[in-house]
């Protein structure tokens, strides 16, 4: 069963730059569908970007043109890079890894805090 390791929150002041990393603990899992998820407190789980099969990447408007999803299929470890945060991106955020059509591989959360 492949564990999913998130890294990479912290706080930071608007305006500044975080980068996660989502990485699958097998060599031999290839990540052909991935997504990027957060939750504030008291709010519903959101999309925040997709990666679907065929390589079609698809951001939510809130972060459009700030942040970038890429994966790396030798570190298996998937990436969100995130610029001109704002306080409104503050939130616990997740990682989905998929090989396999319908299996959903979570990572465990991680804290993105923007201070204003």
């Known amino acids: 069963q492949v564990q999913i390791v998130e890294s990479g929150g912290g706080l930071v002041q608007a305006g500044g730059s975080l980068r996660l990393s989502c990485k699958a603990s097998?060599?031999?899992?290839?990540?052909?569908?991935a997504g990027w998820y957060r939750q504030a407190p008291g709010k519903q789980r959101e999309v925040v970007a997709t990666?679907?099969?065929?390589?079609?990447?698809d951001y939510d408007d809130a972060v459009k043109g700030r942040f970038t999803m890429s994966k790396n299929n030798v570190s298996k470890t998937l990436y969100l890079q995130m610029n001109n945060l704002k306080p409104d991106d503050t939130a616990v955020y997740y990682c989905?890894?998929?090989?396999?059509?319908?299996?959903?591989?979570w990572g465990q959360g991680i804290q993105v805090t923007v201070a204003s």
């Open positions: 989905r890894l998929n090989q396999y059509p319908g299996v959903d591989n």
């Open positions: 097998l060599k031999s899992f290839s990540i052909n569908a």
């Open positions: 990666l679907s099969r065929g390589n079609r990447m």
